[in-house]
């Protein structure tokens, strides 16, 4: 069964300075990748996904994300935050092997940004 | 731009009862899941749904839970008996064919007393 982790729970970064969010999973095969994130109240909104090609994929919102399978990374990146990147993140894999029904989440990494 | 949608937004029932949770997913998709989110913790798979039928649940989905496309437009998730552990948000999700994401809509807040 796939897994994945995000290792920081919280993360206070400064408005305008860069962004890494990271992200290991853990499947035997190539897996099918996603960020989304979650504002207060709010439903999940995909920022990038992952299937196949380039391993550097542009989203939405300045965010990118870059696939690494020798390290089974998935990390989020943006080069200057703003206040309003204020939120949670959740990274996502889906296995291709069942024909992708189901996406397992990690458990998020919160994100606080300072003026 | 088309999005899913989850009806109602905070639902609050006492233990023991039985609950409905609607969901419209997006109209020209095919896939369509419930997952949930206890406080504080990961969202969680349930369950999916495909051409009428269970494709796939998880161990949490048992006998107490059960989902339905009634017409052609809704999707629905029933909780038979509630329990206080079954207080959480729940999401709807679809996609498409082939392969491409899946959309969430904005969530249903359950609160079992």
């Known amino acids: 069964a796939q897994s994945v982790t995000q290792p920081d729970i919280h993360i206070t970064v400064s408005e305008g300075a860069s962004l890494e969010l990271r992200c290991n999973y853990s499947?035997?095969?190539?897996?099918?990748l996603f960020w989304y994130v979650q504002s207060p109240g709010q439903g999940l909104q995909l920022l990038l996904k992952y299937f196949s090609g380039d391993t550097l994929v542009q989203g939405i919102k300045g965010f990118e994300a870059e696939f690494k399978r020798s390290q089974s990374s998935f990390n989020l990146r943006k080069p200057s935050v703003h206040w309003s990147d204020a939120a949670e993140y959740f990274c996502?894999?889906?296995?291709?092997?069942?024909?992708?029904?189901?996406?397992?989440f990690g458990k998020g990494t919160m994100l606080l940004v300072s003026p | 731009e088309p999005e899913v949608t989850q009806t109602p937004s905070h639902q609050v029932t006492q233990m023991g009862q039985e609950v409905i949770l609607r969901c419209v997913p997006i109209s020209n998709h095919l896939y369509f899941y419930w997952y949930r989110q206890i406080l504080g913790q990961k969202v969680e798979f349930l369950v999916s749904?495909?051409?009428?039928?269970?494709?796939?649940k998880s161990e949490i989905f048992d006998d107490q839970f059960s989902v339905e496309r009634p017409d052609g437009s809704n999707f629905t998730l029933k909780i038979r008996s509630t329990k206080l552990e079954d207080s959480a948000m729940y999401f709807c999700a679809s996609r498409g064919q082939g392969l491409s994401e899946q959309y969430f809509g904005p969530g249903t807040r359950l609160t079992v007393t």
């Open positions: 499947y035997g095969a190539t897996p099918y």
């Open positions: 996502a894999v889906g296995a291709a092997d069942s024909g992708y029904s189901t996406l397992t």
């Open positions: 749904f495909y051409n009428n039928e269970i494709s796939e």
